[in-house]
């Protein structure tokens, strides 16, 4: 009998270490992973991989490569002379070039995603096509370089005043899909141009000088995983960046 109950009682207390030990291990396991949800992912805007590219104004493609002549292989190769930014070195009144920057979802995670254009504005007198002047030749604020939205970007304008910082017309721009309310970019999808060109506005000789700035795309981007609404993630956003 005083054998068994030994035996009893060794296997009792390896059994319980081996619990204790399942629950210690499984007790680091989960502090782990909401260690990591809460500090290295939820709120890590890093994790989420997009890429801006404007085939049309400097030849990027999608994957970050450039098409250009010198690539024989590229079917989509573009001549150097054709790019917007090879035009825009010699920017006149009312001239049209391309400008067509896409974003390309490169991450393996769903995320939202806003776009802002940057337009330079001056007091300027302006015409229209036919060479009269807007407004009786007053001069005018004015955004200097327009374009045309393309309606199957799924991007929409966040609101239709500009905000305006440092001498340019700032505008938002959320994905919806074509809807009317923001949603995420699924996972490793390429979201068509906001435009496609870019004019600059047609205004009276010599009140421009070489120096004016040019128009400017960026982004930002926040994974959607973890968050209830949009709102919510962009509050983390900007309580991060700040």
Do not use: C
């Amino acid at each position: 009998m005083e054998k068994s109950n030994a035996s009893i009682k060794n296997r009792a207390k390896i059994l319980a270490a081996i619990l204790l030990f399942a629950l210690l291990s499984l007790g680091g396991t989960l502090a782990y992973m909401t260690d990591q949800e809460t500090a290295g992912n939820r709120f890590t805007v890093g994790k989420v991989d997009f890429n801006l590219y404007e085939t049309g104004w400097d030849g990027e493609l999608p994957d970050g490569s450039y098409a250009t002549p010198s690539d024989a292989t590229a079917s989509d190769a573009t001549p150097s002379d054709a790019l917007g930014i090879r035009q825009a070195e010699d920017m006149y009144a009312g001239k049209e070039i391309p400008k067509d920057p896409a974003i390309k979802n490169n991450s393996k995670n769903d995320a939202y995603l806003r776009m802002t254009v940057r337009i330079p504005v001056a007091w300027v007198v302006t015409a229209d096509d036919d060479g009269r002047l807007n407004h009786g030749g007053q001069i005018m604020e004015t955004e200097l370089f327009t374009y045309d939205l393309n309606p199957y970007s799924g991007m929409r304008l966040l609101s239709p005043d500009p905000v305006l910082e440092n001498g340019y017309h700032i505008y938002e721009y959320i994905y919806t899909g074509g809807g009317r309310t923001e949603i995420p970019v699924p996972a490793g999808q390429d979201i068509p141009p906001l435009f496609y060109s870019v004019r600059f506005a047609n205004v009276v000789g010599g009140q421009i000088d070489e120096d004016t700035e040019f128009l400017y795309v960026d982004f930002k981007a926040i994974q959607s995983g973890g968050f209830e609404s949009p709102e919510e993630a962009w509050t983390a956003y900007h309580n991060q960046s700040h």
